[in-house]
């Protein structure tokens, strides 16, 4: 049985020290001011910026910045979270604002450009990772992409439901349409000068929305072959 007495070592187990929470909160406190610091850094120098670089923009040493991140990488998977935290914010606003399938396409396409073309030196630095060792396995543009082709897929799975018709395809197809975006907007990004953003989320919009809505339109079709032959029905 237990005794209805808490020893003073169970009593320090409970109760928080001050001093800790404290010190815990100046660490995370100090661990966002240096992911600002890196942040303003890659805009000031770009994608190919430097632990100095960061440091320079904190007013402190490199020494500094590694007892709050233990490596190089761990700095760069910091920005990385607060890249796809803010996209992630983009993307749910501009879905919220529309309820037309066709039109919440479009919006998501244009969040996603328009964080590149607000910020280009620091999608670059999240695509190229230069504070990080390529050889390690975790990809964090791969895991942000994926976490964008998951909103998608969701989007269209509730087009698909609407229309009567199984939502398996909205995986690959959210996750292919993702794709096709990143890489028309990393080509973008190098010859922006050629086309604006507005025409760009157009034509992409176009090239997407023209193979979702075709396969909506076929539900009242259903003995027209797919693509592979079988038939729908």
Not at 1 to 10: K, V
Not at 19 to 37: F, K
Not at 98 to 115: C, H, K, M, N
């Amino acid at each position: 049985m237990m005794s209805g007495t808490t020893s003073g070592a169970a009593a320090d187990a409970v109760v928080p020290d001050g001093r800790r929470t404290r010190w815990e909160g100046h660490r995370r406190t100090r661990a966002v001011q240096l992911v600002d610091a890196a942040i303003a850094a890659v805009r000031e120098h770009g994608p190919a910026v430097g632990m100095d670089d960061v440091a320079a923009a904190a007013g402190t040493s490199k020494a500094a910045v590694y007892r709050y991140f233990a490596d190089r990488r761990a700095l760069y998977l910091a920005v990385c979270t607060r890249v796809s935290d803010y996209l992630i914010d983009q993307l749910g606003a501009a879905l919220r604002e529309e309820s037309d399938p066709r039109r919440r396409l479009a919006a998501a396409i244009d969040a996603y450009l328009r964080v590149i073309e607000a910020d280009p030196e620091l999608y670059r630095f999240v695509v190229h990772r230069p504070l990080a060792d390529s050889a390690e396995a975790t990809d964090p543009v791969r895991g942000l992409s994926a976490l964008v082709g998951e909103h998608v897929a969701t989007l269209i799975a509730a087009a698909l439901a609407e229309a009567g018709l199984p939502t398996a395809p909205a995986g690959p197809w959210g996750h292919g349409i993702v794709g096709m975006v990143r890489a028309a907007a990393d080509h973008w990004l190098d010859h922006a000068s050629a086309m604006t953003r507005r025409d760009l989320c157009d034509h992409l919009t176009d090239l997407a929305w023209s193979g979702l809505a075709g396969i909506v339109a076929s539900a009242s079709r259903p003995d027209e072959p797919t693509a592979s032959g079988r038939s729908r029905a």
